[in-house]
């Protein structure tokens, strides 16, 4: 049972009106937030359902505290307070020690001793498990790997040899960390040559890794990912990449081999960004962009063209094709107009 008092302690609001004992059930949109429900006001768009909400409390910001109808959560940043206050309704699974009956594990491997180990797991030899781990069913840990403290791999996670995880690393289903680079040499009968990855994999602290999402091990020297990255599901990082500390990639992002993206930074979905250059800290890059050239200086980045109706994109192409010829003539029309002026 949570109170809104509780809500308010732990969300770091100001609770304005309400009886801090109220019982709080759960958590709600503002339109369909019923009478004991939190809800929650983060984005402008959706100030509308404000006045008419059953909701029992709403967070919400200074700015939008006077059209509240029901006692308000006050926060400067009503995301974060939202967030905060949600984990207090999130399930949580009771911890379990030991190794299921059906997991295979190496003589040799370091388990330590409050540690689960799901149905159908491997742990090869020299593999490191330190105290907290909860390895869920079918994960594969390579040979020497090692996984941090309190992480938890949630099912059908394959950490790699020499792969190593920091404390605190949640792996969501499917990810692969430590699979072999994209390294090919092409011989001279047109034959691909494979490049041995001798490199590997190193995670820092409070680092979250997305379903199905891939981390390839280096070439010669580890890819790195730094403390409290967050990564969405299907994102593919080549050998050799860097990524800085607490930098967030959205879904289906790509990132080619030994680019370095800075610290604090966001890719949005779908971005690609091509190899050996080099991104400054604090820089955002809108979904779908490509990156194809290093960036050294902070800011919003953008690049493409948004939807447009077939029609109307039809005629945009058309056109976009005939750009070249338009400027070659626009240079020679300049070229002109110069030499009559000089003329008179």
């Not at 969405?232 to 990449?241: E, G, L, R």
Request: overall charge positive; glycine content about 12%; proline content about 3%.
């Amino acid at each position: 049972m949570t109170t809104l008092g509780e809500i308010a302690v732990v969300s770091g609001a100001r609770l304005r009106g309400g009886d801090t004992a109220t019982v709080i059930t759960g958590v709600a949109s503002l339109d369909s937030a019923e009478t004991g429900q939190l809800s929650f006001l983060i984005h402008s768009r959706y100030r509308h359902y404000l006045p008419a909400t059953r909701a029992a409390a709403v967070i919400v910001s200074p700015r939008d505290a006077a059209a509240c109808p029901a006692p308000a959560l006050i926060a400067d940043n009503p995301h974060i307070a939202y967030a905060r206050a949600a984990a207090l309704f999130e399930p949580v699974a009771e911890p379990q020690t030991g190794v299921h009956s059906t997991a295979w594990v190496d003589s040799r491997a370091r388990i330590a001793k409050n540690v689960w180990i799901g149905p159908h797991c491997v742990v090869e030899a020299g593999a490191t498990i330190e105290t907290g781990v909860s390895v869920g069913p079918h994960c594969v840990i390579g040979e020497q790997a090692l996984i941090g403290a309190a992480s938890r791999l949630m099912a059908r996670v394959t950490v790699c040899h020499r792969v190593r995880l920091g404390r605190r690393v949640l792996v969501h289903p499917g990810a692969v960390i430590g699979s072999d680079g994209f390294g090919l040499a092409l011989e001279q009968d047109g034959r691909w040559l494979r490049v041995p990855q001798l490199g590997s994999v190193r995670i820092g602290d409070d680092v979250e890794i997305g379903a199905n999402t891939t981390i390839d091990r280096g070439a010669l020297e580890d890819t790195v990912i730094e403390d409290g990255v967050k990564l969405d599901n299907q994102i593919q990082i080549a050998h050799n990449v860097h990524i800085g500390a607490h930098s967030a990639l959205a879904g289906c992002v790509g990132i080619a081999g030994s680019a370095r993206i800075g610290r604090h930074c966001m890719l949005g979905g779908g971005v690609g960004v091509a190899g050996h250059l080099t991104i400054a800290d604090r820089v955002q890059v809108t979904g779908m962009s490509l990156v194809a050239q290093s960036i050294t200086q902070s800011g919003v980045y953008s690049s493409g063209l948004a939807v447009e109706p077939n029609r109307l994109w039809n005629r945009i192409s058309a056109r976009l094709r005939r750009l070249d010829e338009l400027f070659r003539r626009l240079t020679a029309l300049e070229k002109t107009i110069k030499r009559q002026d000089g003329s008179v």
